[in-house]
């Protein structure tokens, strides 16, 4: 854990590295650099959102001050901590609680909000780096929705504006249809999707199959606190400092309450977001408790895809069809 950001800065489970790291940590120049928000300086495994992306209602950092400000430790043990944001934010106190489990390879995470005022976005922010190839599962999704403008514009795999239902057929920017669950989905190119939760599920899953590392990460939230996963595509597709080309291969699995790319204003305003259906901020004022868990497991001899992750009682299993699951204990 980095205090400085309250980010993941690495992680290991069970000898798997499943987190991305930026190319660009090690070097002053980037690091010195008062133009890149710290979030980006210091690019690396998972940090929290509050509001997710632009941070454009009370003036502040990219992903908020949760992602550019320290963090106090207030409390530690063997294999977790506790940590309080510094600041307020929108006048609310944030805690962050992360416990490594000690009987089985996952994460698990809960931010706290607690008080301030007035509807705001968050999410989780992990990425995934993967050396060649790879493919990615989710739960049941039942809309897909590209980004309206572009992150990059010119470098979008994606059509702008593209809805549609299929994972394996999205609209893409040259006329034809792309996979989502092959990765990478182009060359040079940034993307961003948000992936609506079918309504009525109690765990929402991500699961990224990599081939070169011959393992499965997968990411584990609650559906009706997060009703969207937005997955960041990003593959060399910005040529500017620090990112200078060379930022390849890396998936950002985000977890939240957010209006995509739309920023905090655009979450308050109705969008294409808010005619489907989608919440996409929360109310201030009470107590919010925001879980999530991050975990690893080396591929199962013979396994190409997961199928379901899902939690009986104190048990989670990660299957690939019939009979063939894997097991673990489950807080």
């Known amino acids: 854990l980095d205090p400085a950001l309250g980010n ?3 992680l290991d489970l069970g000898g798997i590295a499943p987190l991305h790291r930026a190319p660009w940590l090690e ?3 980037v690091q010195a650099d008062p133009g890149i928000a710290l979030v980006e300086r210091r690019l690396s ?5 509050l509001p997710f992306g632009g941070n454009d209602v009370e003036p502040g950092p990219i992903h908020g001050w949760t992602a550019n400000s320290p963090w106090s430790v207030t409390a530690r043990g063997d294999g977790d901590a506790t940590l309080a944001l ?4 929108f006048g609310a106190n944030v805690r962050r609680e992360v416990r490594i489990a000690g009987d089985a390879p996952l994460l698990y995470q809960r931010h706290v909000i607690t008080g301030g005022q007035g509807e705001v976005t968050f999410a989780h922010h992990p990425m995934v780096a993967f050396a060649g190839t790879a493919r990615m599962f989710c739960s049941p999704k039942r809309l897909v929705l590209a980004a309206e403008t572009p992150l990059e514009p010119g470098r979008n795999r994606l059509a702008a504006g593209a809805e549609c239902r299929d994972l394996t057929s999205v609209p893409a920017s ?3 249809t792309v996979d989502l669950t092959r990765l990478p989905i182009g060359d040079r190119q940034e993307d961003f999707v948000t992936l609506v939760e079918e309504e009525g599920r109690r765990i929402g899953w991500t699961a990224i ?3 070169a590392e011959n393992d499965i990460v997968f990411f584990l939230k ?3 606190m997060m009703p969207v996963t937005m997955l960041w595509h990003s593959n060399a597709g910005r040529d500017y400092a620090p990112w200078n080309g060379r930022h390849r291969n890396v998936l950002g699995v985000e977890d939240g309450r957010a209006a995509g790319e739309l920023g905090h204003a655009g979450a308050l305003v109705p969008s294409v977001h808010t005619r489907n259906g989608i919440a996409t901020t929360i109310a201030l004022g009470g107590r919010i408790a925001v879980p999530h868990v991050i975990g690893a497991i080396p591929r199962p001899e013979g396994w190409d895809v997961v199928t379901d992750i899902g939690v009986s009682g104190a048990q989670l299993t990660i299957s690939a069809g019939p009979g063939q699951g894997v097991r673990m204990p489950f807080d």
Do not use: H, K, M, T
């Open 222 to 224: 609650s559906p009706d």
């Open 27 to 29: 070097e002053p120049e």
């Open 45 to 49: 495994g998972d940090f929290f959102c």
């Open 174 to 176: 040259d006329g034809g």
């Open 86 to 89: 510094d600041r307020a934010v």
């Open 8 to 10: 993941i800065a690495a």
């Open 209 to 211: 199959l990599r081939e």
